[in-house]
């Protein structure tokens, strides 16, 4: 039987300007909503912090070395909507809807079956997996429930970012927008009530997680059940053909081992971070929020470009792939020179957001962003790098920078400041600092042999 897959005159529309349109117009369309959606989604972070510093100091440290952990697990989810992705997007440029609506399909089946699986292998075993991962038995008291219902806040992240790539890779940037801002609100509201009237604990604020991505379950189930549309879900077409599935799985291996390395990278980081005590931990985590502030809305131009590089690539539109990456290499410098530039002139306004009151905690936040601040620009550059990357499907590389900026620019360094030099507490700042600015270097020069050998494989000027 036939696979039926169509395109809706939105979609034909959106591939029209995609592959055609003038590419400035194309990245800011995209990149836009998906920039917004992460700054928020930052803010709400940041908000949800200063909740759980309404708790207890001890809770800010649990939820910021926790986060790091379950960042580990949802590597594996990311990582295939992020790699799947890339070839989903690719079918798409290339006009071969059938093979679109089959690979959705398959990832939609493949994702939420891997989530089952963790859930079924950690959750037994939950006090025993967060001593292993070298969690202080204080955040161990204070988080372990927290992290239980985080890991069923992140079976049903799996599916969403599922529905979520699929929206990007179809140009629906404003509904993600939209759903997510929702989300956002959903969660915003419920903790606030959870923590400020309810005086409820950390596992009210994972609950408070577990309903907002339920909700978006429920529209991406909606929205994912349309019919003939090659953006849908079908039991039909969910398959382990090769030519369907293998080139999603080699994409994402490397996305997922890049993602996990990352945040199990951060997590040694956290502990070495736990000579200075628990509150720097918690200090740390603050700056990266803030930090994030910045880097979020890259990660968001970043999703969209790699997109429409994909998409053009598989069109056989080379030239427009470089236009793309010239493009959000522009857009990213200049948003984080913004927005880095405001936050380091109102530093001591958003640390007193976090500091429960505290002249110690506040002095370490402070000591710490004032370095990482540093990294953002070149920041940017390095996000404008990896979208030129995961578009083209050299994500082998994308592993190879963001392991390098762990394992070798980061704890190496933090080792080597720790043993050897005098900065003391400082020296949290100064090695976020050095790994950034390092990994942006290594960019440049990946991304300049990438393109040089782009130009001569189809003979570009």
Request: hydrophobic share 55%; net charge positive; aromatic share 10%.
């Amino acid at each position: 039987m036939e696979l039926k897959a169509e395109l809706t005159a939105k979609d034909e529309r959106f591939r029209e300007e995609s592959l055609n349109g003038p590419m400035w117009k194309v990245i800011l369309k995209i990149g836009t909503p998906l920039a917004l959606y992460q700054l928020l989604s930052q803010a709400f972070t940041i908000l949800d912090t200063m909740m759980a510093a309404h708790i207890s100091e001890e809770s800010v440290s649990a939820v910021a070395y926790l986060a790091q952990l379950n960042a580990i697990l949802s590597a594996v989810g990311g990582g295939l909507a992020v790699g799947a992705g890339i070839q989903i997007s690719r079918a798409y440029g290339e006009g071969d809807l059938a093979m679109v609506r089959r690979r959705i399909s398959s990832l939609y089946a493949l994702c939420l079956g891997v989530g089952v699986a963790l859930l079924a292998l950690i959750l037994p075993f939950t006090s025993a997996f967060l001593r292993l991962a070298g969690t202080p038995e204080l955040l161990i008291e204070a988080g372990s429930q927290y992290f239980v219902v985080q890991l069923f806040v992140m079976v049903v992240t799996f599916v969403n970012n599922v529905y979520i790539a699929v929206e990007r890779a179809r140009g629906n940037a404003g509904r993600i927008f939209r759903l997510n801002l929702m989300v956002i609100v959903t969660k915003l509201s419920l903790t606030a009530l959870f923590v400020y009237v309810m005086d409820g604990t950390l596992v009210m604020i994972a609950a408070a997680s577990l309903a907002s991505q339920l909700l978006l379950f429920g529209f991406a189930l909606k929205n994912s059940i349309c019919g003939k549309s090659a953006f849908s879900f079908s039991a039909q077409a969910v398959t382990a053909q090769r030519e369907v599935v293998a080139p999603m799985v080699s994409n994402s291996v490397p996305v997922i081992a890049e993602r996990a390395f990352f945040a199990f990278g951060k997590t040694i980081v956290n502990a070495m971070c736990g000579v200075y005590g628990p509150l720097m931990v918690g200090a740390m985590g603050v700056s990266n929020n803030m930090g994030g502030i910045t880097t979020n809305p890259q990660n968001g131009y970043e999703e969209g470009a790699s997109a429409i590089i994909s998409q053009n690539y598989g069109a056989g539109k080379y030239h427009r792939v470089l236009q793309a990456f010239a493009a959000v290499l522009a857009v990213n410098v200049a948003m984080s020179a913004v927005i880095s530039g405001l936050e380091l002139w109102q530093m001591d306004l958003l640390a007193s957001l976090f500091d429960s009151g505290s002249a110690e905690f506040h002095d370490m936040i402070v000591l710490v962003y004032r370095y990482e601040a540093l990294g953002a620009v070149p920041l940017g550059i390095n996000a404008s790098v990896l979208a030129l990357l995961y578009g083209l499907g050299k994500t082998r590389l994308t592993l190879l920078l963001n392991v390098a900026r762990v394992f070798v620019f980061r704890i190496p360094v933090f080792w080597f400041l720790q043993n050897f030099t005098n900065l003391g507490e400082a020296s949290v700042g100064v090695v976020m600092m050095v790994s950034n600015v390092s990994v942006t270097v290594m960019a440049v020069v990946v991304a300049a042999a990438v393109i040089r050998q782009f130009k001569r494989s189809y003979a570009l000027a």
